[in-house]
Nanobody
Framework: QVQLVESGGGLVQAGGSLNLTCAAS????????MGWYRQAPGKQRELVAV???????NYADFVKGRFTISRDNAKNLVYLQMNSLNPEDTAVYYC???????????????WGQGTQVTVSS
């Protein structure tokens, strides 16, 4: 099982920046994709960005050009650099990962506990 712990959330003014970090605790599993989702009050959880182990990244349209996802495979870390934040970015941000075990065909997923990001106008 992979456990995820997010950090870096907080309160920032519109136009500001935050950098989120997610640390994965891994024993014998191999992490494949890592990503960030967010959930605003009264809304469904939505994808923000994902990145493969090879470094290929995909972003939701609403963050393109403002957010950057990156990862450190050796340390099992994934980052989300968020620039030009606006009040609509206010949400709980969740780290997500897919992982596999050797000789097992199934893919498993894990979620972090979330970190609050609040952008004031």
């Amino acid at each position: 099982q992979v456990q995820l712990v997010e950090s870096g959330g907080g309160l920032v003014q519109a136009g500001g920046s935050l950098n989120l970090t997610c640390a994965a605790s891994v024993t014998i599993a191999t992490i494949t994709t890592m990503g960030w989702y967010r959930q605003a009050p009264g809304k469904q959880r939505e994808l923000v960005a994902v990145i493969t182990s090879g470094g290929s990244a995909n972003y939701a349209d609403f963050v393109k050009g403002r957010f950057t996802i990156s990862r450190d495979n050796a340390k099992n870390l994934v980052y989300l650099q968020m620039n030009s934040l606006n009040p609509e970015d206010t949400a709980v941000y969740y780290c997500h990962t897919q992982y596999r075990y050797r000789f097992v065909a199934s893919t498993y997923t894990s979620w972090g506990q979330g970190t609050q990001v609040t952008v004031s106008s």
